[in-house]
């Protein structure tokens, strides 16, 4: 069963801080939910991420997961960050491995990582060194490892953000159908646009100084998603839109066939400042 989130009323400042990194931050997750948090950089996305996972606490307000406040980290939540991390000098079963070993649960413990690394496609790699291992590959015995210990919630801090198009792709879609299978509740950053439709049930995006939740965007459209759909590409224009990264949306039809840079968030723009009509109405939405 996925993990229930509630994040009541968040509020921090780092240390010797004046302004505030993040203000009332508010948002309830469901069980088994999947949510994109999406922003430009420095708004505080990786903050929230960490206090989602007990690895700093906030200054005003609390995370809450199933009813209990988040005060440390747990093994019920596994973090994944955009490298890998993984032990240069061990195999790739022993780095899968190693989340169950950290929580002293070695029975059946063989049996269950090579489950996962058929599941992944890295069956034939258990026995080789890591580093051998592309980007993509390194990244799929992470999500091995982070899956081995059955966790409630998956927290994903720009992920596949260093891998090319198409394993990104590849990546997006194996993370978003193990997680259903097990009801895993995930939430992930990042920048890129289609990232965000491709995976999340909602987008959550997020604004700047201080870092605020400004509108929220539902994705109802069925698994495995089809990036070419016309479902798909408003949604993903309608989020471009609040960005201001595309100035007439309607007479230019959204490029469907890459995610290069017209498919991120600008980092420079502010889309609290954006004073389009759709970024207005996106930000009453919220
Ligand atoms: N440990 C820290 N101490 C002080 N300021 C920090 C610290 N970590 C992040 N910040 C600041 O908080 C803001 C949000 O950072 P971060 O959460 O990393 O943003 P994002 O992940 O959206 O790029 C930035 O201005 C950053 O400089
Ligand atoms: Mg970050």
Known sequence: MGAAISIDYITHHYPKQTDPTLQDI???????????????????????????????????????????QVIKPSPRWNMMFQKPSLYPWMTVR????????FQGRQEGMNKRVDALLETVGLAEKAEVNVQSLS????????????????????????????????????????VVRLSRDRGITVVFVTHDIEEAVAMADRVVVMGSNPGTLQHQLKVDLPHPRDRTSPGFTELKAELMEFFGATRHPASRPEPTDDTSSSAEAPEADDP???????????????
């Open 26 to 68: 508010e948002l309830t997750v469901s069980p088994g939910e999947t949510i994109a948090l999406i922003g430009q950089s420095g708004c505080g996305k990786s903050t929230l991420l960490h206090m989602l996972a007990g690895l700093l606490i906030p200054s005003e307000g609390a995370v809450r997961i199933n009813g209990h």
């Open 94 to 101: 022993r780095n899968a491995s190693l989340g169950l070993i």
């Open 135 to 174: 980007g993509g590959q390194q990244q799929r015995v992470a999500l091995a490892r982070s899956l081995a210990t059955d966790p409630e919630l998956l927290l994903l801090d720009e992920p596949f953000s260093a891998l090319d198009a198409f394993t990104k792709t590849e990546l997006q879609d194996e």
């Open 272 to 286: 609290a400042a954006s004073g389009s009509a759709p970024a207005r109405r996106a930000i009453r939405a919220a």
